[in-house]
């Protein structure tokens, strides 16, 4: 695997990454064997992870997963049940050949915030990096958009619909509580938090789902 890193991918516009056409015009233009992970690997986040997902039986969703190793590192260390989608037409295709040895795994091209899911559908959903791309935008953080505002709960709203009860939705970030936790709460879970890194933060979000939702 080759480790996306090169500058001609990053945007001059960050709230490009936002977009869909920045991602499959970027995806178009990379192998199969490229891959691009925000922020960690599954190396890394593994004790997390496994102490989130303890059952490896769980059906998991992997929200907006690109051309990551995360999906296929966890499928090699026995979490075998896992959709993976992306509303990039490319990147899932790409992905679906360069996985074509793990045919328990599934990739199908969908928006995070229309899931063609039944209600009540996983028991563990997973977010690295996702939302904080819906969230590339030049207005004040302290005082987010309607634009943003709107997508980001159009993915919360769905996360919860079909995340079943006693299921986990976890975000992997760097976007601090104080930023963060207005666009993830709930009534239907708990929220935890957990803190990763030293001169750098990472933060990983348990949301743990306690009720139906309303």
């Given at each position: 695997m080759v480790a996306s890193t090169s500058l001609e991918v990053v945007p001059d516009d960050p709230t490009a990454y936002k977009t869909k056409q920045y991602w499959e015009e970027r995806y178009q233009k990379e192998d199969l064997t490229t891959t691009f992970d925000w922020f960690k690997t599954y190396t890394e986040l593994k004790p997390l992870?496994?102490?989130a997902i303890p059952n490896k039986e769980s059906k998991i969703l992997m929200l907006g997963c690109g051309n990551s190793t995360l999906g296929e590192d966890m499928y090699n260390?026995?979490?075998k049940n896992i959709i993976n989608i992306d509303y990039s037409k490319t990147v899932i295709?790409?992905?679906k050949i360069r996985?074509?040895?793990k045919p328990e795994m599934k990739w199908l091209e969908m928006d995070i915030r229309d899931l063609k899911f039944d209600n009540e559908s996983f028991d563990a959903i997973i977010d690295k990096g996702t939302m904080d791309a819906l969230m590339c935008d030049r207005g004040d953080v302290w005082d987010p958009s309607?634009?943003?505002i709107n997508d980001v709960k159009g993915e919360v709203d769905e996360v919860q619909r079909v995340l079943k009860v006693g299921g986990t939705?976890?975000?992997?970030t760097f976007g601090q509580p104080h930023f963060r936790k207005r666009h993830l709460t709930r009534d239907c879970w708990t929220i935890d938090i957990k803190t990763?890194?030293?001169a750098f933060h990472y933060f990983f979000y348990y949301m743990h789902k306690t009720s139906p939702v309303a």
């Amino acid at each position: 695997m080759v480790a996306s890193t090169s500058l001609e991918v990053v945007p001059d516009d960050p709230t490009a990454y936002k977009t869909k056409q920045y991602w499959e015009e970027r995806y178009q233009k990379e192998d199969l064997t490229t891959t691009f992970d925000w922020f960690k690997t599954y190396t890394e986040l593994k004790p997390l992870i496994s102490e989130a997902i303890p059952n490896k039986e769980s059906k998991i969703l992997m929200l907006g997963c690109g051309n990551s190793t995360l999906g296929e590192d966890m499928y090699n260390d026995g979490y075998k049940n896992i959709i993976n989608i992306d509303y990039s037409k490319t990147v899932i295709e790409n992905m679906k050949i360069r996985c074509a040895d793990k045919p328990e795994m599934k990739w199908l091209e969908m928006d995070i915030r229309d899931l063609k899911f039944d209600n009540e559908s996983f028991d563990a959903i997973i977010d690295k990096g996702t939302m904080d791309a819906l969230m590339c935008d030049r207005g004040d953080v302290w005082d987010p958009s309607e634009e943003l505002i709107n997508d980001v709960k159009g993915e919360v709203d769905e996360v919860q619909r079909v995340l079943k009860v006693g299921g986990t939705f976890l975000y992997i970030t760097f976007g601090q509580p104080h930023f963060r936790k207005r666009h993830l709460t709930r009534d239907c879970w708990t929220i935890d938090i957990k803190t990763m890194g030293e001169a750098f933060h990472y933060f990983f979000y348990y949301m743990h789902k306690t009720s139906p939702v309303a």
